[in-house]
T-cell receptor, first 113, second 112 residues
Framework: GESVGLHLPTLSVQEGDNSIINCAYS??????FIWYKQESGKGPQFIID?????DKRQGQRVTVLLNKTVKHLSLQIAATQPGDSAVYFC????????????FGQGTRLTINP | EAGVAQSPRYKIIEKRQSVAFWCNPI?????LYWYQQILGQGPKLLIQ????????DSQLPKDRFSAERLKGVDSTLKIQPAKLEDSAVYLC??????????FGAGTRLSVL
């Protein structure tokens, strides 16, 4: 499915707390997933990716979990910092054809001091 | 490593006028993408190039939008004539392995 909707879901957390951002994807054939961070006035920035043969992948302060059974993806950010405030998008694609990247709706993360 | 470069950063035009955006991808990236991002939404792919050939332009409104990548490096996206609903941020991205895409800062277009 394509990204729809004018109102971004929002998540507010206290600085230092952990954040969990969720994403439901639509195409059961999708086998590669990416999380992007987009700050105001900037383009999306790659955070972490995961392939469908994995259910968890860790990076620096970030962890992505993939549940193919329910077509759900989550991004966990540990010890959130003010610089983590941004809109976070999940994106899905397949390794077939042109590998078109389909973005989800996005979640606005706000860090409270 | 230099990132994806886009220009201009901002553009304001009146409806029915023409506009062009330019993109210079990361050096060595064979695949180049143009996305449209309407306020409050995720980016939507308009066109994908592999070197100088079009791989996917299924969502490009071809009656008014055109894009080219003549020498397999830089690319231009043109809108002629623009409509009010074309107001958006136009993002260019490039990738080496067709998986991780690296985005430019985008061009914010306002059509009045």
């Amino acid at each position: 499915g394509e990204s729809v909707g004018l109102h971004l879901p929002t998540l507010s957390v206290q600085e230092g707390d952990n954040s969990i951002i969720n994403c439901a994807y639509s195409n059961s054939a999708s086998d590669y997933f990416i999380w992007y961070k987009q700050e105001s006035g900037k383009g999306p920035q790659f955070i972490i990716d995961i392939r469908s043969n994995m259910d968890k992948r860790q990076g620096q302060r970030v962890t992505v979990l993939l549940n193919k059974t329910v077509k759900h993806l989550s991004l966990q950010i540990a010890a959130t910092q003010p610089g983590d405030s941004a809109v976070y998008f999940c994106a899905e694609t397949t390794n077939q054809g042109a590998q078109k990247l389909v973005f989800g709706q996005g979640t606005r993360l706000t860090i409270n001091p | 490593e230099a990132g994806v470069a886009q220009s201009p950063r901002y553009k304001i035009i009146e409806k029915r006028q023409s506009v062009a955006f330019w993109c210079n991808p990361i050096s060595g990236h064979a695949t180049l993408y143009w996305y449209q991002q309407i306020l409050g939404q995720g980016p939507k792919l308009l066109i994908q190039f592999q070197n100088n050939g079009v791989v996917d332009d299924s969502q490009l409104p071809k009656d008014r939008f055109s894009a080219e990548r003549l020498k397999g490096v830089d690319s231009t996206l043109k809108i002629q004539p623009a409509k009010l609903e074309d107001s958006a941020v136009y993002l260019c991205a490039s990738s080496w392995d067709r998986n991780i895409q690296y985005f430019g800062a985008g061009t914010r277009l306002s059509v009045l």
